[in-house]
């Protein structure tokens, strides 16, 4: 994001002209279009795509024929050339493409240069001059301009044209003009460098980790297994994710949790946590896409007092919290565009301010982000920051899905059974055939599905043991299982990934459900993504929201965008009609 101070320095120049404060039109459309300039410097897309961008919208601000961005390497060689005819990479043809002699002028003095006349000056050699096409009876000038990062010289701005009458005052008015814009492209060059250093750098770290993680040896018999409070199982797919929680931990590297809901994401950045340097330090979690934006700015950065109404005292925001210690936030690929550039500048520098204040918090956190959704497709559609994904994606971890640890769900759902039993207190156990319905089971819903299953069965058990009788899908009473059918419904309509990520919720395949019975509900399916389930004016009757709820996780804000409502909606629906909210 360009420096505001910068882009306010810039537009103070324009008000100069004019002592009165009175803005002509023409100066009207210079501030317009250099707004539309400082705009496009700002965008997502590729530095080159930006510079052309810069380029064609420079046109209407100043006469010009031909306009030419160069910007240096470390070397003094120009790196990177864009004009309107094209935008390219370092090659051979740089040297060619420039008038040289006056561009090593321009960076050698860090002044600007105006020639009124390019064929009568001594820095622009005949080929120059045919390059520039400025060997017939048209006089062609040229302005070029510095641009410079920390007052070292960078790159030049260039433009050339048809002289006319009167060029000299009109060439001063257009240098003025260019020198603000070099300021900008300084800026977006400063910024440029920086993402490209500390991308290396994150992904030296990643490399580093990874390696380290490689070189972990085969687990042998006689080393001691690792044992994480919450986190219950013996399967190998497991095993293997304890193995890297503790080689994790031992590192202040910001993680990324990737996974199916419900797979045990903040038990596992719990767990990092405790095993890390920070163990006694604050463990700050909050969930991102429960929160509008800036409800989630005021509980991430806190907010001074009378920062807004209803603000009557200062309040600390979770990074502050979380000081010296680390902070989870989960779902972290929900957050708004324009949040995701405020929350990369704390990733950063680890500093902020509070909403409504201009004091600057400086922290030491750890941050442990989490997400389910598809981020390398976001980054693609530019709904997602990549700069923000290189900060958060250090070291990701993906945790395997229930379906992959099947060999844990009588483990799972033992513990689950006696902590029913504690907390209503019976006797309840498992009879065989009970555990052979759980295991030919998938549960897309992964280890929350299973707690849900267990609950509901054991509340409805008659007998001093669950049987298989006991479970609803026997009945063709499970909803859960008619919700998860026509969500892989809609995603067989879907073209897959190219990539490999976290796999999406599907059914199980048909000699895996052989042992239970069909299920029939009079659930209405969900309506794909982009079309709204219930109507303007009518919301939702219990079923329908029960499995939005049950598919979402029980997140409000991911079950109404599922059936088309507000979350505003959705929180009526759910006291209209008596639906207890889960919290997990």
């Known amino acids: 994001m360009l420096d505001s101070v910068s882009l306010r320095e810039t537009l103070n120049l324009t008000s100069d002209a004019d002592p009165s404060g009175f803005i002509v039109p023409s100066q009207e459309k210079s501030l317009s279009t250099i707004f539309e300039i400082a705009h496009t410097l700002t965008g997502l897309s590729r530095l080159e795509t930006k510079l052309t961008s810069f380029i064609e919208r420079l046109q209407s601000l100043v006469q010009m024929r031909r306009g030419i961005v160069c910007l240096f390497d470390h070397d003094g060689v120009p790196e990177i050339i864009v004009d309107e005819a094209r935008s390219e990479g370092r090659d051979e043809r740089c040297g060619v493409s420039l008038p040289r002699a006056a561009i090593d002028q321009i960076v050698a003095t860090g002044r600007p240069l105006i020639v009124e006349n390019v064929a009568l000056h001594s820095a622009f050699s005949p080929s120059d001059v045919e390059m520039l096409d400025a060997a017939g009876n048209k006089p062609v000038a040229f302005i070029g301009v510095p641009i410079d990062i920390?007052?070292?010289?960078?790159?030049?701005?260039?433009?050339?044209?048809?002289?006319?009458?009167?060029?000299?005052?009109?060439?001063?008015?257009?240098?003025?003009?260019?020198?603000?814009?070099?300021?900008?492209?300084?800026?977006?060059a400063k910024l440029h460098c920086f993402i490209v250093r500390d991308r290396g750098r994150l992904m030296d770290e990643e490399f580093r980790l990874q390696k380290q993680l490689s070189e972990l040896k085969p687990l042998g018999r006689e080393r001691k297994k690792v044992q994480v409070d919450g986190i219950i199982g013996?399967?190998?797919?497991?095993?293997?994710?304890?193995?890297?929680?503790?080689?994790?931990?031992?590192?202040?590297?910001?993680?990324?949790?990737?996974?199916?809901?419900?797979?045990?994401?903040?038990?596992?950045?719990?767990?990092?946590h405790e095993r890390s340097a920070r163990a006694k330090r604050p463990f700050i979690k909050l969930n991102c896409a429960a929160l509008t934006e800036t409800v989630l700015e005021s509980e991430l950065f806190g907010h001074e007092k009378g920062a807004f109404t209803g603000a009557f005292n200062m309040r600390k925001g979770r990074f502050e919290?979380?000081?010296?210690?680390?902070?989870?936030?989960?779902?972290?690929?929900?957050?708004?565009?324009s949040f995701q550039a405020k929350l990369l500048r704390v990733l950063q520098e680890q500093e902020f301010e509070r909403v409504g204040g201009n004091q600057t918090v400086k922290v030491d956190v750890r941050v442990?982000?989490?997400?389910?959704?598809?981020?390398?497709?976001?980054?693609?559609?530019?709904?997602?920051?990549?700069?923000?994904?290189?900060?958060?994606?250090?070291?990701?971890?993906?945790?395997?899905?229930?379906?992959?640890?099947?060999?844990?769900?009588?483990?799972?759902?033992?513990?689950?059974?006696?902590?029913?039993?504690?907390?209503?207190?019976?006797?309840?156990?498992?009879?065989?055939?009970?555990?052979?319905?759980?295991?030919?089971?998938?549960?897309?819903?992964?280890?929350?599905?299973?707690e849900n299953c267990v609950q509901r069965t054991a509340t409805l058990a008659q007998g001093s043991s669950i049987v298989r009788h006991d479970f609803a899908c026997c009945h063709g009473q499970c909803l859960s299982a008619k919700l998860w059918r026509c969500g892989s419904e809609e995603m067989a309509r879907?073209?897959?990934?190219?990539?490999?990520?976290?796999?999406?919720?599907?059914?199980?395949?048909?000699?895996?459900?052989?042992a239970v019975p069909p299920v029939s509900s009079e659930l209405t399916p969900l309506e794909p993504p982009g079309r709204s389930a219930v109507g303007a004016g009518k919301l939702a009757d219990r079923e329908r929201v029960i499995a939005a709820m049950e598919r979402s996780g029980w997140v409000q804000a991911k079950a109404a965008r599922l059936l088309g409502l507000t979350p505003r909606q959705i929180g009526y629906a759910l006291r209209r009609h008596g639906i207890e909210i889960k919290r997990f």
């Not at 073209?495 to 919720?505: D, E, T």
């Open 234 to 272: 013996d399967s190998p797919a497991l095993r293997a994710l304890l193995e890297k929680i503790e080689v994790i931990a031992n590192s202040n590297s910001t993680v990324l949790l990737r996974g199916e809901s419900g797979t045990g994401k903040e038990l596992v950045a719990k767990a990092i």
């Open 321 to 337: 919290l979380a000081d010296k210690g680390t902070l989870f936030l989960d779902e972290i690929g929900e957050i708004s565009a």
């Open 368 to 450: 442990i982000a989490a997400t389910n959704r598809n981020l390398e497709e976001a980054v693609a559609s530019k709904e997602f920051r990549a700069d923000l994904y290189y900060r958060i994606s250090v070291v990701p971890l993906l945790l395997p899905p229930l379906r992959e640890r099947r060999s844990d769900i009588p483990l799972l759902a033992a513990r689950f059974l006696k902590n029913f039993n504690n907390e209503n207190g019976r006797a309840l156990v498992f009879d065989s055939s009970a555990i052979e319905v759980l295991m030919s089971c998938e549960f897309p819903g992964n280890v929350r599905e299973l």
């Open 150 to 188: 920390d007052e070292k010289v960078v790159g030049t701005l260039s433009i050339d044209r048809i002289a006319d009458n009167g060029t000299r005052a009109q060439l001063e008015d257009d240098l003025h003009l260019l020198t603000m814009v070099a300021r900008l492209l300084g800026q977006t």
């Open 494 to 514: 879907q073209p897959s990934p190219n990539f490999s990520l976290p796999a999406r919720l599907s059914m199980p395949p048909p000699e895996a459900i052989t």
